[in-house]
């Protein structure tokens, strides 16, 4: 018996020795992904639009009014001439072919952190980035939400840029 409680000890001991060597230092892998002013500063054109109705997509069926999924490429054929110049604090929208962007012709635009993450206040509306923005792939994904009187989204417009 004593055998074992010595065995023990030592197995104990050793483990404790292991548990305090130094933590390992990685090197950072890939680019670091926070957006910042001077990112997304420049011209940025629009390479596609696509309207999402989460009401259908909640159901997993289309409704009465929306599929799943529209692209607006269709019905808009001029969108590719659309662009956002983002200049220091300001922003100007070119839009020959009347794409529906919901972000006017342009104003003061600035960052605002929320809850669920980083957001676009573009002058007054509130746009979200639609996926991870990284600066060497010169791509911005931006979604508007238009909300019903009640606050419930009704459609999500996401806006695909590159530059």
């Known amino acids: ?59 997993g069926k289309p409704n009465e009014k929306f599929v799943q999924f529209y692209e607006l490429a269709a019905v808009y054929p001029d969108f590719t001439k659309c662009q956002i110049n983002f200049t220091g604090s300001s922003y100007t929208v070119t839009n020959p072919g009347n794409v529906p962007l919901f972000l006017g012709t342009g104003g003061a635009w600035k960052f605002v952190d929320t809850a669920k993450g980083r957001s676009l206040d573009m002058a007054g509306t509130m ?32 806006y695909y840029f590159s530059k």
């Open 1 to 59: 018996m004593k055998i074992i409680g010595k065995l023990f000890s030592v197995a104990l001991l050793a483990a404790a020795f292991s548990a305090c060597s130094p933590k390992e230092d990685f090197a950072p892998i890939g680019e670091n992904l926070s957006i910042e002013q001077a990112s997304i500063s420049g011209t940025w054109k629009l390479t596609r639009v696509r309207q999402v109705d989460p009401i259908a997509q909640a159901d």
């Open 127 to 158: 746009v979200d980035f639609g996926e991870v923005y990284r600066v060497s792939e010169n791509k911005l994904t931006l979604v508007y939400r238009r909300m019903s009187a009640k606050g419930d989204v009704l459609v999500h417009y996401f």
